[in-house]
């Protein structure tokens, strides 16, 4: 359980773990889209898993990184050439940090849930604006 948490162990590299664990999805940029999307489905549903099965994780410890995954998945998701890859991640990171809004709820709910939704909503959010920046030629 511990190393679906911290993505084998990426979620104990310091200094920011978090940043750490979105980095280590970046390669998915490579891949077609709808990779990208299965990818979050898969973290999201891991990682809740994993995170019902470890009582520690459900205070968010730094460790636990699969949450990052998930939603840095869900944003490259929507993210085309790499600019859309630079956004994807900058903004993926500004509301995952930040925690503006529904990410903010999400984050102070209790346990696996809240581990693991504000992550996926600050994804969404971040590709919801590369979606919107699509018809300028930014995605």
Do not use: C, H, N
């Not at 490579?30 to 099965?53: E, I």
């Amino acid at each position: 359980m511990r190393s679906i948490a911290s993505l084998g162990g990426i979620g104990f590299l310091r200094p920011a773990p978090g940043t750490w664990g979105s980095a280590a999805v970046l390669p998915l940029a490579f891949l077609p889209p709808w990779v990208a999307l299965l990818a979050a489905l898969l973290f999201t549903g891991l990682g809740y898993w994993a995170l019902t099965r470890l009582p520690e994780a459900a205070a968010d410890p730094g460790w636990v990184v699969v949450d990052e995954a998930a939603g840095q998945s869900l944003a490259l998701a929507a993210a085309t050439g790499w600019l859309g890859v630079v956004l994807a991640f900058a903004l993926f990171r500004l509301f995952d940090i930040t925690k503006p809004g529904p990410v903010g709820w999400a984050d102070r709910q209790k346990g696996p849930f809240g581990v693991m939704a504000d992550d996926v909503i600050a994804g969404a959010m971040a590709a919801v604006i590369l979606l919107l920046l699509a018809p300028f030629g930014i995605r």
